[in-house]
């Protein structure tokens, strides 16, 4: 079973990250001033500059960045580092069935 933090929605103005598993440290997430609600943490911003702030420091605590279609929030990191907005590693989910995922270093 995958113990991770996972963000799920990385939008221009919202980030959700959920807690799977057990033993996360989610303390931090609320620092930041994320939101609780059920196994989810919510926060909004203003800026863009906000965005790769909170982007950064989940990065840092080795949130997984999920892959999907669309603009699945992967996809998002992948389109800011091509920008030059952000410089630093982070790791990506590719899912293959419930249980079955792939975690890769970018």
């Keep these: ?9 990385l939008e221009h ?8 598993g057990s033993g996360n440290d989610t303390s931090i ?9 059920g196994i989810s943490y919510h926060i909004s911003f ?3 500059s ?3 702030f909170l982007i950064k420091k989940l990065a840092e605590i080795g949130a997984l960045f999920s892959y ?3 603009w699945a929030p992967s996809q998002v990191m992948d389109y800011l580092k ?5 410089d630093f590693s982070y790791r990506e989910i590719m899912w293959r069935s419930p249980d079955n995922y792939e975690i890769i270093e970018h």
């Design 46 to 48: 203003d800026n863009e």
């Design 29 to 37: 997430l609320l620092k930041l001033g994320f939101l609780k609600k």
């Design 13 to 20: 103005k919202r980030i959700i990250v959920e807690s799977r």
């Design 68 to 70: 999907g279609h669309g």
């Design 82 to 86: 091509e920008q030059g907005k952000i």
């Design 1 to 9: 079973m995958l113990n991770a933090m996972l963000v799920t929605i």
């Design 50 to 52: 906000e965005q790769i």
